[in-house]
Each structure stands twice: as structure tokens, then as C-alpha cells.
């Protein structure tokens, strides 16, 4: 199970690479909310509900990821998708030094 983890969080952020880098562009391109300007969205209150199970447990169930970004320097953002749900998850790789010494994930249900 480790080593499917493992291989995991090094496989993944390689075959993603492309849709992380076009996440990452340079700066905020999208139109901020406070800017009066027809293109500006609003900010709506959005639910965010935990899901009580691991990214890899969520893959195993059947779901696919769609999207990857790096997530400021503390692991990779993972967008999931099954069925008609779809899921947001946060990676955290093991930091040496600390007592994070396994991967972690945290994921949220948006519907």
C-alpha cells in the first residue's frame, strides 16, 4: 500500500504536468470580485463538505482525476470526479524533520 502511495505521489505530478503548469499562470488572470467590471464574477458562499476518505481510497472507488495544480508549495490540489460528484484533494508528501513522516490527503465534496 505504501509503495502504491509512493508511486503515486511521483508518478502523478509528472503525467500532470502540462494542466498544473496552465493552472499556475503568471499572476490572477481571472477578473477579481471587488473590480466593477461585466466580466467580474461574485464571490458566492460555497459548500465545502469533508469526505472522510483518503485521496487514494477515493481513486480506488472509482474516481478520476481531472485536474492537478501544486497547492503553494504544501502538496498538489487534485480535482475528482465520479459519477455526478465531484471532489476536491489536497496531498501532502511526507516533510523530513517533522513528525509529517506519511502522506496525507484531506478531500472536500462541492456537490
Known amino acids: 500500500m505504501m509503495q502504491k502511495l509512493f508511486l503515486l505521489l511521483v508518478v502523478l505530478p509528472i503525467l500532470f ?45 472509482g474516481y478520476r482525476i481531472m485536474t492537478t495544480a501544486d497547492y503553494g508549495g504544501s502538496g498538489a490540489l487534485f480535482t475528482l470526479v465520479w459519477q455526478r460528484q465531484t471532489v476536491i484533494c489536497v496531498l501532502t508528501a ?15 465534496a462541492l456537490n
Not at 490572477?28 to 467580474?40: E, G, I, M, N
Not at 511526507?94 to 472536500?108: A, H, K, L
Open 17 to 61: 504536468r502540462p494542466a498544473s503548469g496552465f493552472a499556475q499562470g503568471r499572476g490572477d488572470w481571472l477578473p477579481r470580485s471587488d473590480v466593477k467590471s461585466p466580466y467580474a464574477a461574485l464571490s458566492v458562499p460555497t459548500a465545502l463538505k469533508p469526505v472522510p476518505d483518503s485521496l487514494a481510497s477515493l481513486l480506488t472507488k
Open 94 to 108: 511526507p516533510v523530513p524533520g517533522t513528525d509529517q513522516n506519511v502522506p496525507t490527503s484531506r478531500c472536500w
